[in-house]
């Protein structure tokens, strides 16, 4: 790792800390030269992921899309924005524990309807409503009587 400071090749780990449940690594560097500290956050790189969308188009897998749909659903919610991130986390780990080179949109979408479905009953049909494109009331009953039903 180049020290930031000077660009010297040369740096020692003085510590090192696992992060975000185990799954990014930081560790606190000095360089040997000039003895700039500095950080340096680690995180396994896999493959990119190819998203299927309806029409059939590809796309590589964002993350951060999933993440914005959620903040979205849970836009007027009392949940605090760690617990967004943490299922945020937990649907992603999913999503990439298919063990798939590609995925398609519609199992991305059930994938998270899934979780909500467990979490919390108003964000499922919140989700599920854009989701499913819902344009009735009936839409919205239909919704809500199904979660009804298996609570």
Do not use: W
Not at 44 to 53: A, E, F, H, S
Not at 62 to 84: G, H, M, Y
Not at 110 to 124: F, G, R, S, T
Request: charged share 30%; aromatic share 6%.
């Amino acid at each position: 790792m180049r020290c930031p400071e000077c660009q010297h090749p040369d740096t020692k780990v003085t510590a090192t800390r696992l992060q975000e449940e185990d799954s990014v690594v930081r560790r606190r560097r000095r360089c040997l030269h000039c003895g700039y500290r500095f950080s340096t956050l680690e995180t396994c790189c896999t493959t990119d992921l190819i998203v299927i969308k309806r029409d059939g188009s590809r796309e590589t897998f964002e993350a951060q899309k999933i993440l914005l749909a959620l903040q979205k659903t849970f836009k007027k919610d009392v949940r605090s924005d760690e617990s967004v991130r943490q299922l945020h986390e937990q649907i992603v780990k999913i999503i990439r524990e298919q063990e798939k080179h590609s995925i398609s949109s519609q199992m991305i979408g059930d994938i998270v309807l899934e979780q909500l479905k467990q979490i919390d009953p108003m964000a499922y049909i919140r989700f599920v409503s854009i989701y499913k494109n819902f344009r009735t009331a009936a839409d919205f009953a239909s919704a809500a009587q199904s979660i009804s039903q298996e609570t």
